[in-house]
């Protein structure tokens, strides 16, 4: 599991917008309960210089981020990207096009208020609860009209340019989220408004100078209006504002794909990455002594008869009979090894012993392959089957899934079929994706990029990868699809096969 979502916990809109009388500004109007957010500028509506603005506060609950840190379910800081996603929300209104969001982190508390209207600006907090453009609180003014935020050198801003006016946001933010966790700044949360050359110009030496208009000299004379997003409080619950955290959560055990050297494979080729597992009374444990990967590792031959290594230790590719194993995460060490034919003399068998400061840790078996010249090019198609897949989940479990992959063209002969089992194959690099069956909405899309947050593991058993249900909305019917890395074509290809399920939310 590679993918979390942390859903905004407040949002809202704050405007200097005028109302329709086009007399009186809106500055004191709330839309925190709102379930779309808006951005615009309007340059000359009122006058010929008049200015009008709208910018989104957002706010999450990081102490959640640093709470699933502390519990393992995310990786520590350097390992995991998050991202802000917003999504747009379709209107009657005129779109802007060609114009750039600027996110900026909020240096003042404020309130997310109970106010709904979007259009005509009549609810009014009149000192109640709920941010508005001259407010941050019931209790507390913004230090500067329109919203107090991070602005000194150094400090996190971040943009995205749009083009159609249609596109989602998605930001990389992981800085800003990082010093958040580490309570380098206070979480305040953010803005999303346009970047100061497109909202509208406005210079106090020549126009209105109430208070509420933003001096702007580098501005726009153009109007750009109305981008809308989802809010939290949106019916759709994939279209939410979250801080989606990535990280690339695939563990390549190469105990069942183990190969020797071989002349025929690039040196990088010829390693493989063997795991050991130290699970104490069903969790993963640290090794005490060996919890930063303070572990060695030694290879031994052996026979399909023999039930333990015998001999000496075999010389490896570097030249020494030990390789320093690494710590991969609570419990998981890992150690990538080489080893020709020829070290291991004829063994069908090679022993891997995990030890260190004369203890023993761990022995296991590895039942290598000689790599072999084809003669032909490789068209496989694929035969796939989650083996424990449930018809139901719970909307709060993670569950870990099993996918069994051969050959679809694999037959045994008649005189084997009566005792022979399929075999199982490995597939180096594949990923999944979700899509809602009644639609064919995509709930989670493959994520193949640098943080390969939706991969699959694999170990002696085969492929395997870990799904949180809590990215899904209850009381739907899902189902998984998988798509395979062609190295020889350079390119995903996605297999036929999909696998349904069903995720509800239990109330008792």
Known sequence: MGLKHYTSSKDTTIVNAFQPDLQTRGTGANMGAADVLEVFSIYARQSTSSQELSRVLLEFPIPNITTDRTNGTIPASGSVSFYLRMYNAKHSKTVPRDYKLIVQAVSQSWEEGVGLDLENYKDVTRGNTGANWLSASSTAKWTTAGGTYLSSAGEPLYSQSFTTGLEDLEIDITPLVEQWAESAYTNNGI??????????????????????????????????????????????????PVIEARWNSTKRDDRGNFYYSSSLAPAADNLNTIY???????????IPGASTGNILVSLYSGSGDNSSPSGSKLTLYDGNNNITGGYKSTGIYTASVAISGAS???????????????????????????????????????YLDITNLRSKYRRDETARLNLFIRNKNWSPTIYTVANATPEGMTIISASYRVFRIMDAFDAVTYGTGSDFQTGLSYDVSGNYFDFDMNLLEPGYAYAFKFSFYDAELNSWKEQSQAFKFRVEDYEY
């Open 191 to 240: 803005s999303v408004r346009l970047s100061s050359s497109y909202e509208a110009y406005f210079s106090s030496s020549t126009g209105e100078n109430s208070g509420s208009v933003i001096d702007n000299t580098e501005g726009s004379t153009k109007s750009y209006y109305t981008k809308r997003f989802f809010s939290h409080t949106s019916q759709y619950f994939f279209k939410r």
């Open 344 to 382: 291991a003399t004829t063994a069908s068998t090679l022993y891997d012993i995990w030890h260190s400061g004369g203890i023993e840790y761990m022995t296991g078996t590895i039942e290598p392959i000689i790599l072999k010249a084809a003669q032909t090019i490789s068209k496989p198609t694929y």
């Open 276 to 286: 050991l597992y130290n699970y104490v009374r069903g969790r993963l444990t640290n």
